[in-house]
């Protein structure tokens, strides 16, 4: 374990590309979530810094996870969970971005929690009876 904290671990090899992927899909999520703040005219710096720290503390869970992992010596399955966790995670909230943006997602929102996009349109349509 001194090895690697003194040399580095190439992550390529310790977890295979999982970790690039993981990164991309965090790019996708955060340029998503801009797209939703533009669409809903929400877009605020705070907000914006609150989710890149939500991004910064995931990649410090995965140092940490590679950390457990080398000193528990279980050659990357604590990792590769780890990462495969917060793929899944970023999937679901990209998609949920897609759905917020107006991408026709039908398909697969029909596996997630319809009552919470169904308060929002109540408040939306509550708005625009209020100006009328």
Known sequence: MLFELFYGIDIENFIGNMFY???????????TGLLRAIKDRKLNSSINF??????????LGVIFLTLV??????DGLI??????LLILYEIISIIE?????GVNLDF???????DKYKEQWKVV??????YI
Not at 97 to 101: H, M, V
């Open 97 to 101: 971005n897609f759905k917020q943006i």
């Open 50 to 59: 609150d989710g890149l720290i939500r991004k910064s503390g995931e990649m």
């Open 69 to 74: 992992d080398l000193y528990l010596n279980t």
């Open 21 to 31: 992927f993981l990164l991309s899909l965090i790019i996708l999520d955060i340029l």
């Open 108 to 114: 697969i929102m029909k596996y997630f929690d319809n």
């Open 125 to 130: 349509i509550n708005k625009w009876l209020n």
């Open 79 to 84: 990792t590769k969970t780890g990462v495969g």
